[in-house]
């Protein structure tokens, strides 16, 4: 199982940026999808959780309104928009995939890891 996480960059404060995550090995569709986040120096964080089908998403309050995660079955991907983005949006940006029950915001309930988009807001 391989996801490749991509769009990441440097943006101004206010800006937008979309990410996405393309996955392979695995029947895509059947899993339950994240983009968790790890700024320096602090614990990796839940951002957005989505289902299956996709009808079904969550966020971590910081984002809501502002961030919206999507998936499209046809391509094997999953994608982030970032929307009015702020300097503590800062952080190194993965997707994940849900192996095990448990909370969707728990890193412990996704097995397969991207290995990260760095997103940097500049104030």
């Known amino acids: 199982v391989q996801l490749q996480a991509s769009g990441g960059g440097l943006v101004q404060a206010g800006g937008s940026l979309r990410l996405s995550c393309a996955a392979s090995?695995?029947?895509?569709?059947?899993?339950?999808m994240a983009w968790f986040r790890q700024a320096p120096g602090k614990d990796r964080e839940f951002v957005a959780y989505?289902?299956?089908?996709?009808?079904?998403?969550n966020y971590v309050d910081s984002v809501k309104g502002r961030f919206a995660i999507s998936r499209d079955n046809t391509k094997n991907t999953v994608n982030l928009q970032l929307n009015s983005l702020k300097p503590e949006d800062t952080a190194l940006y993965y997707c994940?995939?849900?192996?095990?029950?448990?909370?969707?915001?728990?890193?412990?309930?996704?097995?397969?890891w991207g290995r990260g988009t760095q997103v940097t807001v500049s104030s």
């Open positions: 090995g695995l029947t895509f569709s059947r899993y339950q």
């Open positions: 989505i289902s299956g089908t996709g009808g079904i998403t």
């Open positions: 994940a995939a849900v192996v095990r029950s448990g909370p969707r915001d728990h890193a412990a309930s996704y097995g397969y």
